[in-house]
């Protein structure tokens, strides 16, 4: 699996020579950083050559066109997004932590450098149907992780705990969003542990079944 893409500030100098992978990533961490700072329509396949100090024949022997490179590297991030919710729901048994954890694990995802998640909350594609499908895609399995950890500890049933498995996600990612344009007037920590007690204080009203 490839490792997580992050903006890289020296774009390599002309005609050096990288394994077939170092290239790869190399070519997404510039894609993405023009990207995030342009939108997809903006962007161009020869500023995106330039920033990676390569050709446009050596981009397009990667990816055929600028959607194939916007679909590579989002699909790198939203499977991030989804790890980041699922390794934070694996990290403890106490349902009061696993909230917490997981309002983390979406305020680190957009706090990531070089704004990744801008790719997947903020996308100028969102109306594309493969760009669509996968965020929404992403956003699913987060909450179907979550609703059957509620389906298992509570007395819901399958279509309550799927519905209540999406609010919380959707409240972790939409607060997780408005807090990056507060540009730090709350602390990191104090938002997210805000959210998930507000989170906690309405799921743990739900009597556990165990």
Excluded at 33 to 62: C, T, W
Excluded at 127 to 133: D, E, G, K, L
Aim: charge should be neutral; hydrophobic fraction near 40%; glycine fraction near 6%.
């Amino acid at each position: 699996m490839e490792t997580r893409v992050t903006a890289t500030p020296d774009a390599k100098p002309r005609g050096t020579r990288l394994p077939r992978l170092a290239r790869r990533r190399q070519l997404l961490s510039a894609a993405q950083e023009v990207f995030v700072e342009n939108g997809y329509h903006a962007a161009a396949m020869d500023e995106i050559a330039d920033r990676a100090g390569v050709s446009k024949p050596v981009l397009y022997q990667h990816f055929p066109g600028k959607l194939e490179l916007y679909l590579a590297l989002l699909d790198l991030h939203v499977d991030d997004m989804v790890n980041r919710c699922r390794e934070a729901l694996a990290s403890t048994n106490e349902n009061k932590l696993r909230v917490q954890a997981t309002f983390q694990a979406f305020f680190d995802f957009v706090s990531t450098q070089g704004e990744a998640f801008r790719l997947v909350f903020e996308s100028d594609l969102r109306n594309v149907a493969p760009v669509r499908q996968r965020v929404e895609r992403s956003l699913r399995e987060c909450a179907e992780m979550v609703s059957a950890l509620i389906q298992e500890d509570t007395g819901c049933t399958s279509d309550e705990a799927h519905l209540l498995g999406v609010g919380l996600v959707g409240m972790a990612e939409v607060s997780a969003r408005y807090w990056v344009t507060t540009h730090g007037s709350i602390p990191k920590d104090a938002a997210e542990q805000m959210m998930a007690r507000l989170a906690w204080r309405g799921i743990s009203g739900f009597p556990r079944t165990a």
